[in-house]
């Protein structure tokens, strides 16, 4: 069956650095990708969509790619800063408005 | 302002008693979503809804109902809650374009505790 996995471990790192969180799939063939932010008690709000056969995409601090071969995606935040702790959630789609989604990572920006 | 809501918030009841998340969108989105998120195991998609009487099993729809009469409204119904949908919901909605891949829109999420 279709998986998909994102470091299950936090991430902590120092403010100003690059926060790099991956999410890696296996038996599905995703059309395309997002990522989404969730704050604690609140819903997911999206990010960034990444297309099948776009290799990067870029917006102010964020930037994704997508490695259909690698069956992969890494999502960067440069410049990190506190405000950007928050759990990251990668969400797959082949068609059509259905998402499955990985489990998170929780990024911590320690100033 | 553009939003899902969903009520209740926050929700403790017994096993057995029947029981109804709203979900709400004004944004006339035509596909409306629940998942439920338990830890570790991320969002599961329990029910979706293509557009008004159009529905379809998700991921996890055992002990779960949903309709769809109004393009803005989306209720979920645990007709026999079990300790096992103890879980935090979220309704989600979007819109539907050929060809495009639209992102959801999220509600503040629903924590249900079934004793």
């Known amino acids: 069956s279709q998986k998909i996995e994102q470091n299950s471990e936090a991430l902590n790192i120092q403010e100003g650095k690059t926060a790099t969180l991956t999410c890696n799939y296996t038996?599905?063939?995703?059309?395309?990708l997002q990522w989404y932010r969730q704050d604690p008690g609140r819903g997911p709000v999206f990010l960034l969509l990444?297309?099948?056969?776009?290799k990067e995409k870029r917006k102010e601090r964020l930037k994704v790619t997508f490695d259909t071969t690698l069956k992969q995606s890494l999502f960067h935040i440069t410049a990190s800063q506190p405000a950007d702790s928050a759990t990251y959630l990668c969400?797959?789609?082949?068609?059509?408005?259905?998402?499955?989604f990985g489990a998170g990572t929780i990024l911590r920006v320690k100033s | 302002e553009a939003q899902v809501t969903q009520n209740p918030r926050y929700l403790i009841t017994v096993t057995g008693k029947k029981l109804t998340v709203t979900c709400s969108q004004n944004m006339n989105h035509e596909y409306m979503s629940w998942y439920r998120q338990d830890p570790g195991l991320g969002l599961r998609q329990i029910y979706y809804s293509m557009n008004v009487e159009v529905t379809d099993k998700g991921d996890v729809p055992e002990g779960y109902k949903v309709s769809r009469k109004e393009k803005r409204n989306f209720p979920l119904i645990l007709e026999s809650p079990s300790p096992n949908q103890t879980s935090l919901y979220f309704c989600?909605?979007?819109?539907?374009?050929?060809?495009?891949?639209?992102?959801?829109?999220f509600g503040p999420g629903t924590r249900l505790t079934v004793l």
């Open positions: 990444i297309r099948e056969n776009e």
């Open positions: 989600a909605s979007s819109l539907r374009v050929a060809g495009s891949y639209n992102e959801q829109f």
């Open positions: 038996n599905y063939s995703p059309a395309y």
């Open positions: 969400a797959l789609g082949r068609g059509g408005n259905k998402l499955v």
